[in-house]
């Protein structure tokens, strides 16, 4: 090997021996080229090789009283600070076991006494070589890792973008609606991490899940957009006819939803929640809802979800069409719905968060509407 690999200057060996004589002639052959550090035991080896600057090869002796060659080894390679250290045996053994055993302890190489200088440079410089190409690799794998983190971050924020673009598109139109988009993603998060326990829905909502749903919410009413601004924006109550054009919302966001998805070429856990609120968050437990008529678990369960933050949202937030009621109102018609208009157990559950989210609608309020004359419900 060459370049980069092998270019380091004056990287350090550790010689462990108990021997003067070998220490003396390993060291003058290397002291040219490297630098070095002396150990004539296994203790003392042990802390040399764990301190700062940690050596970047070990020639260890496998004879050696007390602590032998291969505890030492073991010791190193057991030692996570350590075991990346690369290990090469001086030994005048030359049994084929006794370097089968070395190298199952974690030795790279062995080394036979009487040390022949070429040799002991070449096997030096190959090593350290070779732990100069293994640090490339995991510094470069780093800071792949790291960019590959950092591209996914950007294309998150980029994504949270353009649905956060997309439903403010929506909301311009249906500018009525206030902050109604930001508040119902809260409810919906808010929903799903105290239904996560749930027996009903176990499985469902592991953080990744919330975190979609949280997301996809925003595009709840995405089909607004196909939606005349002469019934989107009517200030007063909508005529039957009208009401039947307004419903048609669902159905364009899904389909909208849908071929987004065809686009993408594989299927989507987002765009697939995204379609399911849009399409659906207008059902009702009894089957009552449009725009087909689901029942019960039949409904998808992000839709369910929607259903309840939607409903209360409008119910405490003043339209031009209605005045706001307060939050103790709004949850007696919320449990007035429950199996009926929503999933008993997403009732139970919106219930047991309440105060969260009256902090919610707080925080996230609308500024004034400006008064209207009409002010009857729509159908």
């Not at 290990?87 to 005048?92: D, E, G, I, K, S």
């Not at 076991?97 to 070395?102: D, F, L």
């Not at 983190?149 to 439903?167: C, F, K, P, S, Y």
């Not at 508040?183 to 105290?194: D, E, G, I, K, P």
Request: charge should be negative; charged fraction near 30%; aromatic fraction near 6%.
């Amino acid at each position: 090997m060459s370049g980069i690999f092998d270019s380091a200057p004056r990287q350090t060996v550790l010689i462990v021996d108990d021997t003067p004589d070998n220490v003396r002639l390993v060291a003058s052959l290397l002291k040219e080229l490297y630098q070095t550090r002396v150990a004539t035991d296994g203790e003392r080896a042990l802390q040399l090789a764990a301190a700062s600057p940690q050596p970047d090869l070990v020639l260890l002796d496998v004879e050696m009283p007390g602590m032998d060659g291969y505890e030492v080894c073991a010791r190193l390679k057991a030692d996570p600070p350590t075991a990346a250290i690369p290990v090469v045996f001086l030994t005048a053994r030359s049994k084929v076991e006794e370097e089968e055993r070395g190298l199952r302890l974690g030795a790279v190489d062995y080394i036979a006494k009487p040390i022949s200088p070429p040799i002991l440079l070449a096997r030096v410089r190959t090593h350290l070589a070779l732990r100069n190409a293994r640090r490339f690799l995991e510094d470069k794998n780093a800071w792949l890792e790291a960019e590959v983190a950092r591209r996914m971050q950007e294309l998150g924020a980029v994504q949270d973008l353009t649905i956060l673009a997309m439903a403010l598109i929506t909301e311009r139109r249906d500018n009525e609606t206030g902050s109604h988009i930001r508040r119902t993603q809260h409810y919906v998060r808010l929903l799903a991490r105290q239904l996560r326990l749930h027996p009903h829905f176990a499985g469902f909502f592991d953080d990744a899940t919330i975190e979609l749903l949280y997301k996809s919410a925003a595009l709840h009413d995405i089909g607004k957009v196909g939606v005349p601004d002469a019934i989107l924006r009517k200030p007063g109550a909508l005529t039957a006819e009208e009401f039947a054009v307004m419903k048609t919302h669902t159905i364009i966001g899904r389909d909208t939803l849908l071929e987004v998805e065809r686009e993408v070429g594989q299927p989507s856990s987002f765009l697939r929640f995204a379609r399911e609120i849009a399409c659906s968050h207008h059902e009702r437990w009894d089957g009552t809802g449009y725009p087909e008529g689901l029942r019960g678990e039949a409904i998808p369960f992000a839709a369910r979800l929607m259903a309840v933050a939607d409903v209360y949202d409008a119910l405490v937030t003043r339209r031009v069409y209605k005045p706001a009621l307060p939050h103790e109102q709004a949850l007696v018609i919320v449990r007035e719905g429950r199996g009926k208009h929503f999933d008993p157990d997403v009732v139970d559950a919106f219930i047991a968060i309440e105060h969260e989210v009256r902090e919610i609608a707080a925080r996230l309020a609308d500024s004034e509407l400006p008064p209207e004359a009409d002010k009857n419900d729509r159908p």
